[in-house]
C-alpha cells in the first residue's frame, strides 16, 4: 500500500516537472562573457563617451556581488534611456574564465561582464582608480567624458543606485 502511494507520489512529481519544463517560459541566454586586456577595456570605456557608465566590479565568490547584480540590471533597464549603460567586469581568475562562464550562464544568463585577463586585479581597475583597494563589490559612476564622479564600495539596494545615478544626471 504505502509503496504504490510512493510510486504515485513520484508519477505526479514526473508529471508536473514535464509540464512546468514545456509550459514555463526559458529565459534565453543573452548575456555574455569575454576575456578583456587593457587595451580592450580601454576601448570599451571609450566606446561609451557620451553615457553615464555604471561600471560594476564583481566576482563570482563575492556574495554580497551576486545580490546586487539582478539590481544592476534593473537599474540599467529602467535608465538606458537616459543613457545609462552597465558595464561590469569580472575580479575572478582570468583561469577561470570556462567557470566563470558556466556561473553566469546559470544564474544571471542576461547579464553581459568583462573578465580581466591578467593575474593582477588592479591592472584594469587602474584605468579608472589608481589607488582602488580591491574591496567588492565596487561600482564607479563614469561621466559622459569618462571621467569618474563617484566611488561606491560595498553592496548597494537598487534604490540607494537609483538615487545616486539619477543624482549624477542632473
Not at 584594469?124 to 564600495?153: A, C, F, K
Request: with cysteine; net charge negative.
Amino acid at each position: 500500500m504505502f509503496a504504490l502511494a510512493g510510486r504515485l507520489r513520484y508519477r505526479r512529481l514526473i508529471a508536473l516537472l514535464i509540464f512546468a519544463a514545456t509550459t514555463l517560459p526559458v529565459s534565453a541566454d543573452t548575456g555574455s562573457l569575454e576575456l578583456v586586456t587593457r587595451d580592450r577595456f580601454t576601448q570599451v570605456l571609450a566606446a561609451e563617451r557620451g553615457k553615464t557608465v555604471v561600471l560594476n566590479l564583481w566576482a563570482t565568490w563575492c556574495v554580497p556581488c551576486l545580490r546586487e547584480i539582478p539590481d544592476l540590471m534593473r537599474l540599467e533597464d529602467e535608465l538606458q534611456e537616459n543613457g545609462v549603460v552597465l558595464v561590469a567586469l569580472g575580479m575572478d581568475d582570468p583561469n577561470d574564465f570556462a567557470r566563470v562562464d558556466a556561473f553566469r550562464t546559470q544564474h544571471f544568463p542576461e547579464f553581459s561582464s568583462y573578465l580581466r585577463d591578467s593575474p593582477d586585479m588592479d591592472s584594469l581597475v587602474s584605468i579608472v582608480d589608481p589607488v582602488w583597494n580591491e574591496l567588492l563589490p565596487t561600482t564607479y559612476l563614469l561621466d559622459p567624458d569618462g571621467d569618474v564622479i563617484r566611488r561606491i564600495q560595498g553592496k548597494q539596494s537598487f534604490e540607494d543606485f537609483y538615487d545616486l545615478v539619477v543624482e549624477a544626471l542632473e
